[in-house]
């Protein structure tokens, strides 16, 4: 088991924003974290990359905490932030490197990885530019190239879909399958709900800091039998529910 | 329109007056009047001792007044989100432009006469002109002004294709030919040109604003550059939110940038390192700090006095440096890293300490041209070597962990 988060409370202040939420993701699986705007998504991923604590609970990743050995729980972990932050001070290159240098991977083996994935993102000619100089877009890209440099273990990927163009969008799909298949797990969350019913292998559907239901798509149509076939649907009369 | 010019201008002012307090305080009043008395008595001694119809007068006469010419920029008090919310009354927006360049041009008025009051024992004296000639002068100077920023409203137009018509060489062109004539012939002559050009620009511009487009990018980019400017200045005096440094590549820096080895312990130097040198706040801190040191021990003569300014000047340094460790902790990678907080320290306080040491060196270096006695030289040298080591070594690891433990 790679991430397991159990009954975990918390939020940014004493006021809990996550009520008791627990859901695992399993070497080599995608995972998707489906909720509105507000229902704890970033919260929960900002526990698990370690940036809040939670009130209660645990967060395990193949059986350590942040708290038992945090370096070794960071190892493990490689993380695409919704909007993009960059080192204003570091070019392109630079954050290759000091990427490699945080994880302490092996350079010549990494920059092999880092030039084929910079000529898929055609971000190949622009080693030497400064972050100021990226459009948004660019700066996802670079978000992604610098995660899947590593060998990380799990891989967080917040809304990764607005803002990067079709074809990078395709490309970052490709690139989660194949580290699914080294046996990777990721987990996403997301609002564009139709790529998100193709690619996840399962789904936690949070709503107003609680695990709603989680699933595959057959579970869930079978807890909701009524709601419909989609995930689409599915979602929405999850929250119809809570609005009557 | 000139409604909302006046809303903004009343923030504006309210702002500047907040800041201007903070400026103006009792030492910097104090220091200011006994500055502005020396400077009076020396120009009046100068005055003294002027012959009339001195050769290079007309000429200090033209350096000032074409630089005064030149102050007081416009000031427009536009906002970023003005082109998105201010597109729909483009046309509107000349009342707003014209109502700013009325504000610009009062703050400019008043230092062109202020300038022109100083001036004039000098041109009575050194050019022998009458009351009569100074004041036709002083009108061309106001004309002049005028002129001036009648070319600054225009150029948020795009009434001449690429070109800028504020760009400061036609300003200096349109100065000197006004300013020349008058200093060597007669003031009348500069009066007239003014007249005729600022009267020109006047009827060019009515004819030609109406069927443009505002350059709203480059107009808020002057704006936001003006009011930068002014940010800074203050900045000098206290703490303005404002402003946050730029950052400039220095390709030449390079070289001392690759003697981080990129190995894993090494990581936060790495970030640390580049940031210090590129970003221009924290290492224009160091350097002004340093040539200042370096400056006022050069002229410093004793035997105590340059080991007490040198030990102050380093720990200002050290001091100033502190806050600098918190640098990208709004970053989120720094927290995300599999990177341990006693190697953030480990690596800052070795920046701290390669930084000090440079200063120190560069001030011993002075000190020993300055004052090559063995006792000061001597002094000094072990004052500094314990200063660094403390600083560096035992105080800020001690400063940083308190930080580390407020993170939370």
Not at chain 1, 184 to 210: E, K, P, W
Not at chain 2, 34 to 40: A, H, M, P, R
Not at chain 2, 92 to 102: N, P, S
Not at chain 2, 168 to 174: A, E, N, T, V
Request: overall charge neutral; some cysteine; charged content about 20%.
């Amino acid at each position: 088991m790679a991430l397991e988060v159990s009954h975990v409370v918390g939020g940014y202040s004493q006021i809990p924003v996550l009520k008791d939420i627990s859901f695992d993701v399993q070497d080599g699986e995608l995972v998707g974290l489906i909720g509105l705007n507000g229902a704890g998504k970033s919260t929960t991923i900002n526990h698990v990359i370690g940036l809040l604590t939670p009130h209660k609970g645990t967060i395990t990743l193949n059986g350590v905490t942040i708290t038992q050995d945090s370096q070794a729980y960071k190892q493990q972990i490689a993380y695409i932030p919704e909007t993009p932050v960059l080192y204003q001070e570091l070019t392109l290159r630079e954050h290759l490197e000091l990427t490699m240098m945080a994880y302490d991977l092996d350079h010549e083996a990494a920059w092999v990885t880092a030039h084929d994935l910079l000529k898929t993102f055609r971000l190949d000619n622009k080693l030497d530019w400064f972050p100021a100089n990226f459009s948004k877009g660019m700066k996802q890209k670079v978000m992604i190239v610098c995660a899947f440099l590593t060998q990380a273990k799990l891989f967080i990927i917040d809304e990764p879909f607005l803002g990067l163009d079709p074809l990078a969008v395709n490309d970052l799909l490709q690139l989660i399958e194949k580290r699914k298949q080294e046996g990777a797990s990721i987990l996403m969350s997301t609002h564009v709900l139709d790529t998100a019913q193709r690619y996840c292998d399962r789904f936690v559907l949070l709503h107003d800091g609680q695990v709603k239901t989680e699933g595959t798509l057959s579970e869930l149509q079978a807890a909701l039998p009524e709601a419909g076939e989609s995930l689409n649907d599915i979602y929405l009369s999850m929250t119809k529910v809570d609005r009557s | 329109m000139t409604e909302l010019f006046h809303e903004r201008l009343q923030r504006h002012l309210r702002e500047m007056a907040k800041y201007l307090r903070l400026v103006f305080n009792d030492f910097f009043v104090f220091a200011l009047l006994f500055f502005l008395g020396g400077l009076g008595l020396g120009y009046s001694n100068i005055l003294k001792h002027l012959k009339a119809d001195q050769w290079w007068a007309p000429f200090v006469a033209l350096l000032i007044l074409a630089i005064t010419a030149q102050i007081g920029r416009y000031a427009t008090l536009i906002e970023d989100a003005d082109r998105v919310f201010l597109l729909p009354k483009e046309r509107a927006m000349h009342a707003y432009f014209v109502q700013a360049r009325k504000y610009s041009l009062v703050l400019a008025e008043i230092v062109q006469v202020i300038v022109m009051f100083i001036l004039t024992p000098f041109l009575r004296v050194a050019l022998g002109w009458s009351l009569m000639e100074v004041i036709l002068l002083l009108i061309a100077q106001l004309v002049l002004k005028d002129a001036l920023l009648r070319l600054d409203i225009a150029s948020a137009y795009q009434v001449t294709g690429q070109r800028r018509m504020n760009h400061w060489s036609l300003k200096w062109l349109i100065s000197l030919v006004v300013l020349v004539p008058g200093l060597w012939l007669t003031p009348f002559l500069s009066f007239v040109l003014i007249l005729f050009i600022d009267v020109f620009s006047w009827l060019w511009l009515e004819e030609r604003w109406p069927k443009q487009q505002i350059r709203w990018r480059e107009q808020i980019k002057i704006e936001d550059n003006r009011m930068l400017g002014i940010y800074r200045f203050f900045n000098l005096f206290t703490e303005v939110p404002m402003v946050a440094g730029t950052i400039k590549r220095r390709r030449y820096l390079d070289g001392i940038l690759r003697l981080v080895k990129p190995t894993h312990s090494q990581t936060y130097l790495y970030l640390y390192s580049r940031g210090m040198l590129r970003g221009t706040e924290f290492s224009g801190l160091v350097v002004r700090l340093t040539v200042i040191g370096m400056l006022l021990l050069y002229f410093v003569r004793g035997q105590w006095l340059p080991i007490f300014l040198a030990a102050l000047f380093i720990y200002l340094i050290g001091f100033q440096l502190l806050p600098f460790f918190q640098q990208y902790d709004d970053v989120v990678f720094t927290h995300v890293y599999p990177l341990t907080e006693q190697q953030q320290v480990k690596s800052f306080v070795k920046l701290v300490t390669l930084i000090l040491a440079v200063a120190a060196a560069l001030l011993w270096v002075i000190i020993l041209i300055a004052n090559p006695t063995v006792e000061t030289a001597g002094g000094s040298l072990v004052v500094e070597l314990i200063e660094v080591w403390y600083l560096a070594r035992i105080y800020t690891p001690q400063r940083l962990a308190r930080a580390i433990k407020n993170r939370g």
